[in-house]
Nanobody, 128 residues
Framework: QVQLEESGGGLAQAGGSLSLSCVDS???????MAWFRRAPGKEREFVAR?????????YYADSVKGRFTISRDNAKNTMYLQMDRLSPEDTAVYYC?????????????????????WGQGTQVTVSS
């Protein structure tokens, strides 16, 4: 059963924008959600995180800070990632993920192990 479903990926030119969505249909309580990405030949890496009890509690990877914006509409159970000023280095499969336990170790928010529910990913390709 697919609990998280990403959409909005596609092809963009360098300097352009794309917006990703992640619809959450899972039954378990979520405490935070995040976006990760995996570029060709690289490990899956953290992109951004938002706490669902305090939507102002947000973290970004340094590589996307100032260019990407994470948000969440709790009424629609949907998380978003607005990606601006894209570069070819942003080319990757983007995944959304959910944290289903109330607390995680301090500063472990970028760790894949903090999230136990994952979507199947959506491809983002940025051409130069």
């Amino acid at each position: 059963q697919v609990q998280l479903e990403e959409s909005g990926g596609g092809l963009a030119q360098a300097g352009g924008s794309l917006s990703l969505s992640c619809v959450d249909s899972g039954p378990t309580t979520r405490y935070a959600m995040a976006w990760f990405r995996r570029a060709p030949g690289k490990e899956r890496e953290f992109v951004a995180r938002i706490h669902l009890r305090n939507l102002a509690n947000i973290y970004y990877a340094d590589s996307v800070k100032g260019r990407f914006t994470i948000s969440r509409d709790n009424a629609k159970n949907t998380m978003y990632l607005q990606m601006d000023r894209l570069s070819p280095e942003d080319t990757a499969v983007y995944y959304c993920a959910a944290q289903v336990i109330p607390t995680i170790p301090y500063n472990s928010y970028p760790d894949k192990s903090s999230y136990t529910v994952w979507g199947q990913g959506t491809q983002v390709t940025v051409s130069s």
